[in-house]
């Protein structure tokens, strides 16, 4: 589907409360996801079905900053070559 194009990421900050939400970058909107859409396809869907399967998908949008949780950076701390030990 053309909402997987633009690669929603699931946010490790934010699983544990929406585990199903995916996440899109702030600077992403409906709108212009819509009108690349439309461009694309040259079909006939209106924006607020656009919007409607966007929300059903469980799709935000968010600066989600640094997306590492604190497992993640241990592990990958722990695989450091320069770690002593």
Same mark, same amino acid.
């Given at each position: 589907?053309? *909402?997987?194009?633009?690669? &929603? ?9 929406? &585990?199903?939400?995916?996440?899109? &970058?702030?600077? *992403?909107?409906?709108?212009?996801? $819509?009108?690349?859409?439309?461009? #694309? ?5 209106? $924006? +607020? *079905?656009?919007?409607?399967? *966007? #929300? ?11 997306? +590492?949780?604190?497992?993640?950076t241990e592990f990958r701390c722990s695989k450091s070559p320069h770690r002593?030990?």
């Amino acid at each position: 589907m053309h *909402v997987e194009s633009f690669n &929603p990421a699931v946010s490790h900050h934010r699983r544990e409360h929406a &585990p199903q939400r995916r996440y899109l &970058p702030s600077d *992403v909107t409906i709108k212009t996801m $819509y009108d690349d859409f439309i461009d #694309k396809n040259k079909i006939k869907c209106s $924006y +607020e *079905v656009y919007r409607t399967v *966007v #929300k059903e998908m469980k799709i935000s949008f968010t600066k989600l900053g640094n997306e +590492e949780c604190e497992k993640c950076t241990e592990f990958r701390c722990s695989k450091s070559p320069h770690r002593s030990g």
